[in-house]
């Protein structure tokens, strides 16, 4: 694709399946690519500005998130609506109070497995553990009188200031592995983007998520804005808007958003009987109706569309989701639900998990 002055950018996302629509585009009685769950009191808003709000008559807002965020871009877009307040903005960023690279990636490597393709083991750190911690103190100190506002960017944002107004940036996790797939995604502490596909799924798999799920349930009570920044224009919530339809959620029946990928054994049976779905494929080999590292939820008020990771529902209400079952597995749904479609395609091995 085409970038400044002709200059050729690589695309954002890898994948044939559509970005989220910012609306629901209308419920087929066949198949709804986009079940939905009603928010819960308060809006889905649209832009940077609602986002901003939360920074009130402090002067500070941090704004953390998860992997997958352009942070570059977000603090721009923060920065410019801010400016068009009329706010003297200083931004600082989190990047720079990560480890070094060679020290980062030896706290990771006993959880990667080594030179195996996909074996690994589930991080067990936290993130403070891959940043320097008194530089992490410094980011939030207003030393600067040339700013009346500062803003903390990046993972790790909140980690600065125990007080401050809080943001949280979210890009859903299936649109991670498009833009992994792309090249298009940056790993904690990284300054560029990782080329390698597999092995940003392998890093993610084992060591992002689970790192920043347990980052996330930390500073989940303290969120005052939440943004689905998978667009360019990001929708947002209140945290507290968030926090009460999760728990209503928890209590009713809903559906995740499901997401479909070709594969070397893919068939013909969903090309043929789900018009729903992208037709330039070869085939479709999966259905993730339910796998819940990976699938999200959409939130509809107004008939916007805002999705959040299952872990939200997990972090918010996951003893409610699972009953008898919390005591063992936690946070984690222990339950799959995907379809794998075979007709005309090719074989399948029989699995053991």
Same mark, same amino acid.
């Given at each position: 694709m085409s970038g400044v002055d002709g200059v050729v950018t690589p695309p954002r996302r890898r994948t044939t399946q559509a970005l989220l629509p910012v609306r629901h585009p209308g419920r087929d009685a066949h198949y709804d690519l986009y079940p939905s769950f009603p928010l819960a009191g308060g809006s889905v808003d649209a832009g940077w500005g609602p986002i901003v709000d939360a920074i009130g008559s402090s002067g500070v807002l941090l704004v953390d998130g998860g992997s997958g965020v352009d942070w570059e871009d977000a603090a721009s877009a923060i920065r410019a609506t801010l400016e068009a307040r009329g706010r003297r903005v200083g931004v600082r960023s989190t990047r720079a109070t990560f480890l070094p690279t060679a020290d980062l990636e030896r706290a990771i490597a006993p959880f990667l497995g080594g030179d195996d393709p996909v074996f690994g083991t589930r991080f067990e750190g936290d993130l403070r553990d891959l940043m320097d911690r008194r530089a992490l103190a410094e980011l939030a100190r207003r030393d600067d009188a040339e700013h009346d506002a500062l803003v903390v960017v990046g993972p790790g944002a909140a980690l600065a200031d125990d007080a401050a107004p809080l943001a949280y940036l979210e890009v859903p996790r299936n649109e991670q592995q498009f833009r992994a797939r792309a090249g298009a995604l940056t790993h904690l502490g990284a300054d560029a983007p990782s080329a390698d596909a597999k092995a940003t799924y392998k890093r993610l798999s084992f060591v992002e998520w689970p790192l920043l799920e347990r980052h996330k349930a930390e500073l989940w009570p303290r969120i005052a804005r939440f943004a689905d920044v998978q667009r360019e224009e990001p929708l947002s919530v209140s945290g507290a808007s968030l926090r009460a339809t @999760? #728990?209503?959620?928890?209590? #009713? !029946? =809903? &559906?995740? &958003?499901? /997401? =479909?990928?070709? *594969? #070397? /054994? *893919? *068939?013909? /049976? @969903? @090309?043929?009987?789900?018009?729903? @779905? !992208? &037709?330039?494929? !070869?085939?479709y080999a999966w259905s993730f109706e339910l796998i819940s590292p990976e699938n999200g939820l959409l939130l509809e008020a107004d008939g916007l569309l805002l999705e959040t990771g299952f872990d939200s529902l997990m972090i918010e209400s996951g003893a409610a989701v699972l009953g008898d079952g919390a005591a063992r597995f936690g946070r984690a749904f222990p339950i799959r639900f995907d379809y794998l479609d075979t007709v005309d395609g090719g074989n399948l091995s029989v699995q053991c998990h």
């Open positions: @999760l #728990a209503v959620m928890a209590s #009713a !029946p =809903f &559906r995740a &958003r499901p /997401w =479909f990928e070709p *594969g #070397a /054994w *893919g *068939g013909s /049976w @969903l @090309l043929e009987h789900m018009p729903e @779905l !992208p &037709r330039d494929v !070869p085939n």
